[in-house]
């Protein structure tokens, strides 16, 4: 068993009070003994030493230690900002490199947690994307930018904000938190929250992978703090707090836009991961077998993943065809135990609001296609399951869909809409799909899948929805040199676009520095155009 008390200023904080994270798979084998197991240690209960059912604990830290944290941080701040960017580049490095040498016990911890080994080690990969070195690079470049115009050197460079706080999301906390070590190189200290329902993840990711790659660079005490706490509370305490600068928060749309507002009273800058209601559009020319198999991508953990398709837009001439191939795929996706490799599918506790969407949407016209029944563990309908069967729903015609929750809302469960634009319609009908899309009140990623290159230009150039737009590939796969998070509307608030933390946490300053002419003249010149521009004629 790990044990991970709060850490503050590069030290173990004392604690008498832990959450114990219990083995997922567990439930599975005696679900009443796991669940008493944990009340028990709750209680304050001792655990067994040799009961491998206990992964690991983390302490629960108290406001005052909180406090502290900010403290250490505001404190730590200003010596690690002075070292170059070349050295914080060089904490990146060494951490992505420490994530590809210890990913298959990353993929452990967060199987351990209940999480699918498929869903798991494409979270793990996507950190070692994230980090990759062509994506720090891009950074770099937007952080330091410098060029000569007259006798002048122009420089144009990011500052960071400061001390930033780091809210998580429940679902996949350790491998989103890890948007955080961005935040840091760009030179701000970082307060990290684990959250209590899920603390272990996000304690081994930052104890085992961050701090001591921020050990290796020297950083001073206190540039990395990790707290786990009661969350109003937490913040709560940042809103007021002088020590904090920026607030970074994954969570649900309505909860995170109240928290960009509460933000912005407080003069603080929020960076926002909300909810998403991503789309897929198949044109008539789309490889329907490869489109098919990126649209499967959407049941990933349940579809309990903000970032995976929600519904797909198919040309009437195509649809019928892409719909047979995802009937085929999808009979194939399974449920189980997270340890097992072939497994898609993870439990879905609150499923009451599944089955009131679903009816909903077939009353108002859409067509079951298959699922929309609870499975047990072996994938037999089973009542009481705590499984949801991949779900696929047809809906034609957009007046049709533009008012069904199932297609304009997120679903945060396994099911899937397809839109069949009417095959009669007059007009532009890809103008159409993409205005279904531009008006998506949601906007993390969006795909195409068309061999039309001028059809991929236009898709690139008037689809303002979405922080990442995807063409013929993977939906959910991540790119070196691209950001892995961020969007627009509900899923990033009133300044949402594409997350490069490095950027987001920081802020431009302009820098002009002269040589060669006299103060006085160099003023002067300054006030004036160009000699023969046409302000001067005028």
């Known amino acids: 068993m790990k044990t991970y008390p709060s850490y503050i200023a590069g030290q173990d904080a004392p604690t008498n009070k832990w959450i114990y994270t219990i083995r997922a798979s567990s439930l599975f084998e005696d679900a009443f003994g796991a669940i008493r197991l944990k009340r028990e240690l709750a209680g304050d209960g001792e655990p067994d030493g040799t009961d491998e059912r206990v992964v690991g604990r983390v302490a629960l830290t108290g406001p005052e230690q909180c406090a ?16 170059p960017l070349a050295e914080r580049l060089r904490f990146g490095a060494i951490f992505h490199e420490r994530v590809i040498a210890r990913r298959e016990e990353f993929v452990e911890v967060l199987i351990a947690e209940g999480h699918p080994r498929r869903l798991a080690e494409w979270e ?6 994230g980090s990759a070195p062509e994506t720090f690079a891009a ?8 060029e000569h115009v007259g006798d002048r050197e122009i420089r144009l460079v990011r500052k960071p904000d400061g001390v930033v706080c780091l809210s998580p999301p429940q679902n996949a906390a350790a491998s ?3 948007l955080g070590v961005s935040a840091i190189m760009a030179g701000n200290s970082l307060v990290v929250k684990a959250p209590r329902s899920a603390p272990y993840g996000v304690a081994w990711a930052w104890r085992e992978l961050v701090a001591t790659s921020l050990e290796d660079v020297g950083a001073p005490a206190g540039v990395l703090n990790i707290v786990c706490g009661v969350p109003k509370v937490l913040l709560d305490q940042w809103l007021v707090s002088e020590d904090v600068d920026d607030i970074m928060y994954f969570g649900g749309s ?13 003069g603080k800058k929020s960076v926002l991961e909300l909810a998403g209601n991503d789309g897929v559009l198949v044109w008539e020319d789309a490889d329907l077998d490869n489109a098919a198999r990126a649209i499967t991508e959407c049941f990933y953990g349940s579809s309990q993943i903000c970032m995976v ?27 189980g135990r997270p340890e097992d490799p072939d497994v898609l599918l993870s439990p879905v506790l609150r499923t009451s609001e599944f089955f009131t969407v679903l009816d909903e949407a077939v009353a108002d016209g859409a067509e079951l296609l298959c699922g929309g029944q609870r499975i047990a563990e072996d994938g037999t309908p089973d009542s009481s399951g705590v499984f949801l069967q991949p779900t696929l729903l047809r809906v034609d015609g957009y007046d049709r869909a533009e008012k069904m929750r199932a297609v304009r809302s997120e679903t945060f469960y396994p099911l899937l809409s397809i839109v069949v634009p009417d095959a009669d319609q007059a007009g532009d009908g890809f103008g159409e799909a993409l205005r279904f899309m531009n008006a998506n009140p949601y ?9 039309d290159p001028e059809v991929v230009e236009r898709f690139c150039a008037q689809l303002d929805n979405g922080g990442i737009l995807k063409v013929n590939d993977s939906h959910l796969g991540f790119v070196p040199g691209l950001p892995t998070h961020g969007g627009t509307g509900l899923s990033g608030g009133p300044f949402g676009e594409v997350n490069f933390p490095m950027l987001r946490t920081s802020h431009l300053q302009a820098v002009s520095i002269a040589t060669g002419v006299s103060p006085r003249s160099r003023v002067f010149e300054s006030a004036l155009p160009p000699a023969g521009s046409p302000e001067v004629a005028r």
């Open 68 to 83: 502290e944290a900010l403290r250490a941080a505001r404190a730590a701040q200003p010596a690690w900002a002075a070292m």
């Open 124 to 129: 793990v990969a996507g950190v070692i994307q």
């Open 309 to 335: 398709p929600k519904y797909v837009i198919a040309h009437p001439r195509v649809a019928d065809g892409l719909v047979e191939r995802l009937r085929t795929l999808v009979a194939d996706i399974r449920p």
């Open 254 to 266: 309505e909860r995170g836009v109240e928290i960009g507002r509460r933000c912005v009273e407080h």
């Open 176 to 178: 989103n938190s890890m």
């Open 443 to 451: 906007g993390l990623r969006n795909s195409l899948w068309s061999e």
């Open 139 to 146: 950074n770099a470049r937007m952080m330091d930018q410098r």
